[in-house]
């Protein structure tokens, strides 16, 4: 537990359920990654955080931006990044949403499909593209495939139609599924980009940019690389398949810049048992899947949950297998009923409890009011 977060809960005592992120750990995220990937430029992607203080923090730390809407854009802006440093990278845009990034002076953009080339040259002339290929996924505990990229026969065909629209083919990106624990991923992606450079090299068309993606893991209850061994990794396979020709990279770290940087406090609201077979008891915190924990949906992120102050609470009893759920009259609001998740046999209704690395994905996954319930309330240290 992060002593600075720790001490603010307690001094504090704030309204729960609330997200107390330290934005020393932020920076320090930022250096590490900068560190093991110096040649590569950070572009933040703004959606797994995009709270002004983090924006704030990382324009002055010399990161870029990724942003998915305009909207962030704006966030971004109004951060004091300049407008050179954001990638729209989300490949389903409106063309009036491009044609508003391009007036606010945004030049670089992702794409995937024919469709959404013709939209950027309509209305961003002259801007650079990148096309984003298909990854398995695979080895992702988040994995983001299908929905986005196509395939590496396609994205030479389009990158080529590019210049002939009045944009620049810039480069390729991919992503290898968020929460990616397999830096080996990286290899694979990269031996598919390397031969697509190759490919529309032969055409006459040189590419300059290699987008890496996000992916890099944050810890939860299993083990991650270090972020050496990602920077390592990603270096070795760059080496192996553009030898010494390595061009232009870029990442686009979320969950690796900011989860381990925030702790949810919540509140037991009740615990239940419902006779019969199972005897796990339910526990009901003040926050669940609509209140910004939608990652546990299919328990594909298993956040590590503490008592607060254990010790000094002085729970005696051992803990118990069980079912942990939101506050909300939804049934999905579930969040780990098949996961091995233990609290103190002695733990109370009215007893606080603590979810860790939960500054990524969640204030923003947070309903607006679904029955009654406020935002995630957040507090930046
Ligand atoms: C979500 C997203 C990212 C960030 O992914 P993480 O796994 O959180 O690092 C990066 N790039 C794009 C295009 C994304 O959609």
């Known amino acids: ?96 949403d491009i044609a508003r990034a391009y007036r606010l002076g945004v030049r670089l953009y992702a794409f995937d ?29 988040w994995p983001l495939s299908l929905k986005f990229g196509c395939s590496p026969e396609m994205a030479k065909d389009l990158l080529l139609q590019a210049a002939g629209k009045g944009v620049v083919p810039f480069g390729v990106s991919f992503h290898v599924g968020s929460q990616q624990r397999d830096p080996g991923q990286w290899h694979h992606a990269l031996a598919t980009t390397a031969q697509l450079f190759r490919d529309l090299e032969a055409e006459g068309v040189e590419l300059k940019m290699v987008n890496l993606g996000g992916g890099f893991a944050t810890r939860y ?59 796990r008891r339910w526990v009901y915190l003040d926050v669940g899947k609509f209140g910004g924990l939608a990652e546990t949906m299919d328990e594909a992120i298993q956040y590590t949950i503490e008592c607060v102050d254990a010790n000094n609470q002085g729970y005696t009893g051992k803990p118990e297998r069980v079912i942990l759920a939101g506050p909300s009259c939804d049934s999905a609001d579930v969040l780990y009923e098949k996961a091995d998740y233990r609290l103190p046999a ?26 009654g319930f406020p935002p995630l309330e957040e507090h930046y240290i």
């Open 346 to 371: 002695d733990l109370e209704i009215g007893d606080r409890l603590r979810i860790l690395a939960t500054g990524a994905y969640t204030t923003t996954y947070a309903s607006i009011g679904f029955n």
């Open 221 to 279: 209850r299993n083990d991650i690389p270090s972020t050496e061994a990602y920077g390592h990794a990603i270096f070795e396979a760059l080496r192996t398949h553009f030898g010494n020709r390595i061009p232009e990279t870029i990442v686009e770290p979320g969950r690796s810049m900011v989860g381990n940087a925030g702790v949810i406090e919540t509140e037991v609201v009740l615990i239940a048992q419902k006779g019969g077979e199972d005897d």
């Open 113 to 141: 499909s024919i469709g959404e080339l013709d939209k950027i040259a309509a209305a961003a002339p002259g801007a650079r593209v990148f096309c984003r290929i298909l990854t398995s996924g695979e080895g992702a505990e």
């Open 1 to 96: 537990m992060n002593q600075k977060i720790a001490r603010f809960l307690t001094e504090q005592r704030p309204a729960t359920p609330c997200l107390v992120l330290d934005l020393d750990v932020v920076e320090k995220n930022y250096d590490a990654l900068a560190q093991a990937l110096p040649e590569a430029r950070i572009y933040y992607a703004v959606k797994a955080n995009p709270a002004p203080h983090i924006l704030k923090l990382l324009n002055r730390l010399g990161s870029s931006f990724d942003c998915a809407s305009v909207q962030e854009i704006n966030m971004v802006l109004a951060a004091g990044a300049n407008p050179a440093d954001i990638s729209y990278g989300n490949t389903i845009k409106k063309q009036s």
